[in-house]
Nanobody
């Protein structure tokens, strides 16, 4: 597995913005895709956004037009810019890294809380 470290969560007001970062360590690792999932209390973990090595992206319908996923391939880092936040965006956000061979690694999770 690839060590994954997330940062950038916190508290925001509705309509505000937050930016999450996720770095996959290991200069020799080959990454196929990086993405963000979230899990609210009592709910399953769902996809928020994902980007593959070719730059193709996929977003959950609930965040389209508000969230943007991007990468810095040189740093094996993925970002999630979250704008126009809503209280329903409150969740623990997890970074997922899919490396060559299909191996999957998860970050420890970062809390995002949006107040109304």
């Amino acid at each position: 597995q690839v060590p994954v470290v997330e940062s950038g969560g916190g508290l925001a007001q509705a309509g505000g913005s937050l930016r999450l970062s996720c770095a996959a360590s290991g200069s020799s690792v080959s990454i196929n895709a990086m993405g963000w999932y979230r899990q609210a209390p009592g709910k399953q973990r769902d996809l928020v956004a994902i980007i593959n090595s070719g730059g193709s992206t996929n977003y959950a319908d609930s965040v389209k037009g508000r969230f943007t996923i991007s990468t810095d391939n040189a740093k094996n880092t993925v970002y999630l810019q979250m704008n126009s936040l809503k209280p329903e965006d409150t969740a623990v956000y997890y970074c997922k890294v899919v490396s060559s061979g299909g191996f999957t690694s998860w970050g420890q999770g970062t809390q995002v809380t949006v107040s109304s």
